[in-house]
């Protein structure tokens, strides 16, 4: 390769090279938090599981809390891009039920989110009201939106019908040990991942 493209090629490799190692940084960071909780969690074991030094996450990230703060916002754009990707053209009722089995999916695919917003939600504190602020409420109000055009849902049955879409899709792959111990059932397999994504889009919206 002649020395100009060479020098060319050099700061795109670094620069590609930095970039996957904040990807694989984030990614251990989001499985150690939904784990550990943002108390719980070190930055030496966040480290430990990207296969990095230490030093690297603060390079790319002044702080823990930043570090958990783009971990949060990685996952919810993973659910933005799902909910984006679901068919349109279908009637307002089937739309929702549409979304409904995506969450589902989501949640199976990753079930690291409730586990973020129980750990977080349990706590009245700076981190629990940017979550909240940030990610959850546009989500909420969208939400609070779409029922009232599709189920006509009053306002004040708002919380626990957003609670119960949440644990109703959501729980069953966070415990999925414990599901296969009790029923049996393998949650995560792909029949049963379908079966529930219908079964809770059905019960939300009959």
Not at 111 to 120: G, S, T
Request: with cysteine; glycine share 6%.
């Amino acid at each position: 390769m002649p020395a100009a493209k060479a020098a060319t090629a050099a700061p795109h490799a670094r620069a590609r090279q930095r970039e996957a190692t904040r990807e694989r940084i984030v990614a251990a960071a989001i499985d150690t938090f939904a784990e550990k909780g943002f108390r719980g969690a070190s930055t030496r074991e966040i480290a430990r599981r990207a296969g990095t030094n230490q030093g690297l996450i603060t390079y790319h990230f002044r702080s823990k809390d930043a570090l958990w703060r783009a971990a949060v916002d990685t996952i919810f754009g993973w659910l933005e891009s799902e909910w984006s990707a679901s068919p349109s053209g279908l009637d307002p009722r089937e739309t929702a039920r549409e979304a409904i089995r995506s969450w589902v999916r989501f949640a199976a695919a990753h079930p690291e989110l409730l586990r973020f917003m129980v750990n977080e939600g349990r706590e009245s504190d700076e981190r629990m009201r940017w979550l909240v602020e940030t990610h959850i409420r546009p989500r909420y109000a969208d939400l609070a939106s779409r029922t009232n055009e599709i189920a006509g849902l009053p306002e004040a049955l708002l919380p626990h019908f957003f609670y119960a879409l949440v644990g109703a899709g959501s729980l069953i792959f966070s415990v999925a040990p414990e599901c296969r111990r009790l029923t049996g059932l393998d949650p995560t397999r792909e029949e049963a991942i379908e079966t529930h994504a219908e079964f809770v889009a059905r019960l939300i919206l009959p």
